[in-house]
């Protein structure tokens, strides 16, 4: 059964535990980065913080909440990002991972385009560059163990289960206290579900929660890449004609020999 993890906005305390256990977990560096005048650090994901914790400052419902928000990839169950790679280098797993093969990887960056939540991001600054996200632990979920951010979370913020379960547990909580959450569980049915499931006390548009659609992107996705193959036989056959028109009109030039043009001179 897939996989899933509950994000329960009302336990998280922004300690940020969860990106120092990805960081570790997956070897990545540390970079420098700007201060913002925020806790609030790095600004965004990217290659090398695979995840991170949005802070955020929401007057709602007449009342100031200060709101945590855990930023990584989705997981989407019909994932853009693999429909729109030519060579496969994204796949969806059964146990609900959405995972990368470098080895596949040509370096388009047509899953940066196609993610609605703008997850998968470039290596600008290395020479071997690759595309980097989250991976849902998948090395670790086959080795029986927890995803590392669910690990080290110290409030029980994170709930990893069977998806469905976790569907439940999240109306759940709701019906037992509609004063602590707003009635949604953000990733049910967003872009046809994801594997990330998220409860907040704040509509998750102040949250910077992208507003998509249920319906899967893949179908779109399908049919822009169905339109490359044909709109790059369009272009080359433009660039060819163009080539042919000035190599024409170099071919006179190209073809008559100095002599010849002497010869061709009209007397005055």
Known sequence: MSKGVLYDATKCIGCRACQVACKQWNE???KPTTNTGSYENPPNTNAYSLTKIRFSEVDY???FHWVFT???CMHCDDPACAAACLVGAFQKTPEGAVVYDDHKCIGCRYCMVACPFGIPAY???D????I???NFCADRQAEGLLPACVTTCPTGALKFGDREDLI???HQR?????GRYVDHVYGESEVGGTSWLYLSPVPFEMLGMPTVGTEAVTLNVERAMGAVAPVLVGVAAVMSGIYWLVKRRQQPEETVAPDDKEQLEVPK
């Not at 709701?174 to 509609?178: G, K, N, Q």
């Open 28 to 30: 990545m560096p540390g």
């Open 61 to 63: 419902d007449d009342k």
């Open 70 to 72: 855990k930023i990584q």
């Open 123 to 125: 290596e600008w600054d």
């Open 127 to 130: 020479p071997m560059p690759w």
């Open 132 to 134: 980097r996200k989250c």
């Open 168 to 170: 439940i547990d999240a």
């Open 174 to 178: 709701i019906a037992a206290e509609p």
